[in-house]
């Protein structure tokens, strides 16, 4: 009874989904934000089932699988130096300004830890796609930016893992942190030693020439790093993300990810309107000042960080613009960071709901300020020149 | 050469920038997805002038055009066909010639018929661009330029029999 119900209500919220998305691509917004909106519209309807949860909690899975295949492992070794000089920036510019929030809203640290790591990791989703789609692929402020994000990408993953851990203990006491943080590190440690030194076993056992069998080889060792990594006390994304980078240097990377890519747009487009349908209605109106606020002073740290970062590479000040807001758009791991915790309902602001409009604002709002950045760097830019030339005049 | 500076665009693609002699910049990105986009940037100028979106078959015929490996077919038809009205014809000089032992000049050959021997073959030698001191001998082998009306005047007028067949 459940399931045949459930079905049904899987095909309304897909077809909501495609209409919805059919008009955000029409207005060149992320799908992102319309997912969330049209989850929590949905939610009026009909409750959120343990099936929809169990495609949403594949569709966290298949997303971090994702950015694992696409994360070049290789060259952030290579450029590791780079990497980590923007990235130490951009994470001191941001992260302790969302503990400070999350502080002042009165949350423990845990909430305040995640309302840090909801506020400070960029969307990698949001921003690569602009970046395309404005033609700044070519621009000198490009490269940093993506440095920057792939920074973001690892240390969020590393993080998420951590505060599942700590999340596990529901409070936070030194032997248990140094236990988890041990933990995610020999995790990590695991895998990346493993990508390192067995490519040519890896090559090897999935090389499968059937394409039925492919995808179940594939798909297992998808689930069940996941679920590995959830029975050893981590996030089941953490196992599913470094399975994504082990993949990511063989051969078959492209075949991989051709054969996964459906599922993970099927589940992911279900883990945001999952989201969406649990995010409190009515908190959401009271929260949304809140919301507002916490986006103009986080999205004036990251362009601060952003601008600083461009003036240690040199760059120009349109450039070092450019590059700041052009880390504004949140998404896709704010949101999984938000429902990576069990929430403790006595906090004084939910930080779902906190986090789903934060998220809704920032994405929509955020790819229109990349966009129109142009403009406002020139105003900026002609003004600083106009003082000075009035300075210089002056003298 | 210049040199050619390469850089990851993770999520992206490839970046390729080449400094140009005048200063300007040229910036070829590749995306994963086979998309080709190319900038220009002016000077230290950190926004393009231009952008040019060119898909993976015509980023080949562009690529061919550069290095100066391609060919249009179209041209190769017209050079056929300005081909089609000029005529090389090998003909070797048989004992009763009119042509034999006789300078090109006193032969007035190009006043009579419009054509030119462009090369003598005697035995093993080859005489390119014959000066017109230059005796025809027997059992030489020449090779005259013309369009079909000026060869057909020139076999008639020296009543040429034998002719080799290209």
Not at chain 1, 240 to 253: D, V, Y
Request: with cysteine; aromatic share 10%; net charge neutral.
């Amino acid at each position: 009874m459940i399931v045949s119900e459930s079905v049904l209500s899987l095909g309304i919220s897909l077809i909501a989904l495609f209409f919805a998305g059919l008009l955000a691509t029409k207005i060149n917004q992320s799908l992102i934000a319309v997912f969330i909106v049209v989850g929590m519209i949905l939610q009026n309807f009909f409750p959120v089932t343990i099936i929809t949860e169990f495609i949403a909690t594949l569709g966290v899975i298949f997303m971090l699988f994702m950015f694992g295949l696409e994360f070049s492992i290789g060259s952030f070794f290579h450029n590791q130096r780079r990497i980590f000089l923007v990235g130490v920036y951009d994470l001191i510019f941001n992260f302790p300004l969302g503990m400070l929030i999350g502080w002042i809203l009165g949350y423990d640290l845990i909430h305040s830890l995640l309302l840090g790591g909801i506020i400070y990791v960029t969307s990698s989703v949001i921003v690569a796609k602009s970046i395309i789609d404005l033609e700044r692929s070519a621009n000198p402020e490009t490269e940093c930016i993506l440095n920057i994000l792939i920074f973001e990408d690892m240390f969020i993953a590393m993080f998420l893992a951590f505060i599942v851990g700590i999340g596990n203990y529901n409070h936070i006491e030194v032997k248990g942190t140094l236990f988890v943080i041990l933990k995610t590190t020999g995790f990590f440690a695991f895998y990346i030693i493993l990508s390192r030194t067995s490519k040519k076993l890896i090559d090897w056992l999935v090389d499968v020439e059937h394409t039925e069998l492919f995808v179940i080889l594939i798909l297992s060792i998808i689930v069940l790093s996941a679920g590995v990594a959830a029975r050893i006390g981590l996030s089941e994304a953490i196992g599913a993300f470094l399975a994504g980078l082990l993949l990511s240097e063989t051969k078959q990377r492209q075949r991989i990810s051709e054969a996964i890519k459906p599922f993970q747009q099927f589940s992911t487009a279900i883990f945001f309107v999952a989201f969406g349908m649990s995010v409190d209605y009515k908190h959401v109106i009271y929260l949304i000042p809140m919301g507002i606020f916490i986006f103009i002073i986080s999205s004036f740290s990251k362009v601060m960080g952003g601008y600083f970062i461009g003036k240690r590479y040199l760059l120009s000040k349109k450039a070092c613009l450019r590059l700041g807001f052009s880390l504004v758009p949140r998404g896709e791991f704010s949101i999984i960071l938000a429902g990576a915790v069990a929430m403790n309902n006595n906090m004084p602001y939910s930080l779902k709901s906190l986090a789903g409009v934060y998220v809704l604002l920032s994405a929509i709002l955020g790819s229109i300020i990349m966009k129109e950045s142009e403009r406002v760097t020139k105003w900026f830019v002609e003004k600083k020149d106009d003082e000075i030339k009035q300075i210089k005049e002056n003298i | 050469m210049s040199e050619i500076k390469e850089c990851d665009l993770p999520g992206i693609g490839k970046k390729f920038t080449l400094e140009l002699d005048s200063g300007d910049k040229l910036v070829v990105v590749i995306h994963s997805s086979g998309e080709r986009e190319v900038f220009k940037f002016i000077h230290d100028n950190d926004e393009p002038t231009s952008v040019t979106k060119l898909n993976d078959e015509e980023a080949h015929q562009i690529g061919a055009i550069l290095t100066g490996t391609y060919f249009q077919p179209v041209i190769e038809d017209e050079q056929k066909l300005a081909m089609k009205n000029v005529t090389m014809e090998w003909i070797k000089i048989v004992p009763d010639s009119t042509l034999a032992n006789k300078k090109i000049e006193e032969l007035n050959i190009r006043k009579l018929t419009g054509v030119s021997i462009t090369t003598i073959i005697r035995g093993k030698h080859v005489i390119p661009n014959p000066s017109s001191h230059e005796i025809i001998k027997l059992q030489d082998t020449i090779i005259i330029v013309g369009n079909n009306e000026q060869i057909k005047k020139f076999i008639a007028k020296f009543e040429i029999k034998q002719r080799l067949e290209e």
